[in-house]
């Protein structure tokens, strides 16, 4: 099973709500990631958690907060977003380091 | 820093045709190369990781192939079908860590 599973599939909030993205992997993948994706464009690296540790913080807003409960999950939290956050955030994971990484469908987020 | 190009942006063909997309990078110190297929708003699939020790990779229709040396890897997907259609990315990352840079990827039609 190469399954990465994300929750919800689609997010509307306004800039003062407070949001969770969800994302789960059953491979024992031991590394995981948050990737942002603007239309046209391709992925961008948000954060690396190896291990269940914070490895790589791409210099994201503190709007954004990552964390990895357990192994298999990874959260996004979202707090006080700008309209121009609205994109496709994609959740990836991968054995370990440099090896192939397998991404999850996407949250569609739209910020109004 | 690495920069990772795909040429053309955009690529359009009759079905049953060869498709050949290719990848260029600037910094050939890559552990290995990894190329994926997306389709507009879903995440991406993992088609091929070549790995830096490797000259070529293939899966049914695909074949991708790597020349660290001069920067570059094609990816060869053969008598096209319509479900072809989609972007193609490919990605690297760097000798140590597991930070994947991606090229602006291909967009592809294959016309019936």
Not at chain 1, 21 to 49: N, S
Request: aromatic share 8%.
């Amino acid at each position: 099973d190469t399954e990465v599973t994300q929750t919800p599939k689609h997010l509307v909030m306004g800039m003062t709500n407070k949001k969770s993205l969800k994302c789960e992997q059953h491979m024992g993948h031991r590394a995981m990631y948050w990737y942002k994706q603007k239309a046209k464009k391709p992925p961008e690296l948000m954060f690396v958690y190896s291990y269940e540790k914070l490895s790589i913080n791409e210099s994201v807003p503190s709007r954004f907060s990552p964390e990895c409960p357990n192994s298999s999950l990874l959260n996004l939290h979202l707090h006080a977003l700008q309209p121009e956050d609205s994109a496709l955030y994609l959740c990836a994971s991968s054995q370990g380091m440099e090896t192939e990484q397998y991404f999850g469908p996407g949250t569609r987020l739209t910020v109004t | 820093k690495q920069e990772v190009t795909q040429i053309p942006a955009a690529l359009s063909v009759p079905e049953g045709e060869n498709l050949v997309l290719n990848c260029s990078f600037t910094d050939s110190a890559i552990y290995n190369l990894q190329w994926f297929r997306q389709d507009p708003g879903k995440g991406l699939t993992s088609l091929l990781l070549i790995q830096s020790s490797q000259r070529e990779q293939t899966s049914g229709r695909l074949n991708a192939s790597l020349d660290k040396s001069s920067g570059r890897s094609t990816l060869y997907i053969a008598a096209s079908q319509p479900g072809d259609s989609a972007t193609y990315l490919c990605a690297v990352p760097p000798a140590a860590g597991n930070k994947l840079t991606f090229g602006g990827g291909t967009r592809v039609l294959v016309k019936p």
